[in-house]
């Protein structure tokens, strides 16, 4: 429904756009992972009465932790799993749609995982797989776990894509971002911008009328006068404009004014729309100021209730979704664990360790589980 090209270049081009973008990137998958033990896992060893089994069994897992954060970090040769889950989302947020490409090995098990830019992806009318057009250069990618044959290229073995959107009711093909709400609040800001910058590239000069009384000028003088007006204040700061001007007679008097058409403050124009502009953009991603680097004069447990808002409300929902999806990629390896972000941490380690010291004594978790939580 919208060009996949101008939805990236907002990322680019608009700073409230962009810093909300990276906002949520980084707090949303940037924080990097761990796995946990499934539900079911721990069911079974809850269960089992054999402590000595038990505790050979939490030994293979650990050992399967390490192995298993070992086995995503080689699927790409290029970059982390968490730099490709950042690419990734980042896509997510700017236009709406997300792709990671699955690579098989021979033996049909997962060898590469990649992302792969969402303005070169299209979605099969059929819903059969996935088109990367560049240039005139096609390739075919089938749906995450399916076998079905190549309807296009003679690609016997195409690779498969995950595809993440931004659900929208309007359109069950494609996802579309959070930036659209805004789009004209983001137009808005992006033309503040650019009178700024057209007034400051003529020196913060206003235009001006001249007025010349009881005399005429020469027809060089006026050409250079001119020259001056329209050329010459737009190239250098502090120039000097020379005039010769006949002297004045007994009867007459010559006067030469300039006067200026604007001659009030002109510095920051739309200063406050510019302001409103951006608060419209943070709240259609549901990022706040402080999120972002920004600070006005809320106090600090204004920032920090937002702070709780945004968490709750975006990262860790967010969080649980992506989470699903990975965790198809991680079930082909094992169901002993599941692929588990890190969440936002609201709280200072004074506090925190006084959490988990509470804990301890209370029994709720083990020493071990709070040094495994400590990382």
Do not use: C
Not at 285 to 294: A, D, E, M
């Amino acid at each position: 429904p919208w060009n996949l090209y101008e939805l990236a270049n907002y990322s680019d081009t608009s700073f409230a756009n962009h810093a909300a973008i990276d906002a949520k990137v980084e707090n949303i998958v940037g924080l990097g992972y761990d796995f946990q033990i499934s539900q079911r896992t721990m069911l079974r060893l809850e269960t089992n009465e054999d402590r000595e089994a038990v505790k050979r069994a939490r030994n293979r897992i650990e050992r399967t932790r390490i192995e298993l954060r070992d086995w995503l970090e080689t699927l790409n040769d290029d970059e982390s799993f968490t730099h490709t889950l950042t690419k990734f989302y980042t896509d997510v947020q700017a236009t709406g749609n997300g792709y990671l490409e699955i690579g098989r090995t021979t033996k049909g098990e997962i060898g590469y995982v990649g992302h792969i830019p969402s303005t070169t992806m299209r979605v099969r009318r059929l819903r059969d797989g996935y088109v990367q057009i560049i240039g005139q250069k096609v390739v075919y990618f089938r749906n995450f776990g399916a076998r079905n044959q190549n309807p296009i290229t003679e690609d016997a073995r195409p690779n498969e894509i995950i595809h993440y959107k931004e659900y929208s009711p309007l359109n069950t093909f494609y996802g579309i971002p959070d930036i659209m709400s805004a789009i004209s609040s983001l137009h808005g800001d992006q033309l503040a911008s650019q009178y700024n910058i057209d007034y400051f590239g003529n020196k913060a000069v206003p235009r001006y009328v001249v007025t010349l009384k009881g005399a005429k000028l020469s027809a060089d003088a006026e050409d250079k006068m001119f020259r001056f007006l329209q050329t010459s204040l737009r190239g250098q700061s502090h120039r000097t404009l020379y005039i010769p001007l006949p002297g004045d007679t007994e009867s007459n008097k010559v006067e030469f004014k300039m006067e200026p058409i604007e001659n009030g403050v002109q510095e920051a124009s739309f200063n406050e729309y510019r302001v409103r502009n951006r608060d419209d953009i943070l709240v259609a991603h549901q990022v706040p100021l402080s999120k972002i680097g920004g600070g006005d004069a809320s106090s600090i447990a204004s920032a920090l209730a937002q702070d709780r808002t945004f968490k709750e409300q975006v990262a860790r929902p967010a969080q649980k979704n992506l989470e699903k999806m990975i965790n198809k990629i991680v079930k082909e390896k094992t169901d002993i664990l599941e692929f588990k972000f890190n969440e936002l941490t609201l709280t200072d380690e004074i506090a925190q360790s006084q959490i988990i010291e509470r804990y301890i004594k209370t029994q709720v978790m083990t020493p071990n589980e709070a040094r495994q939580e400590l990382g």
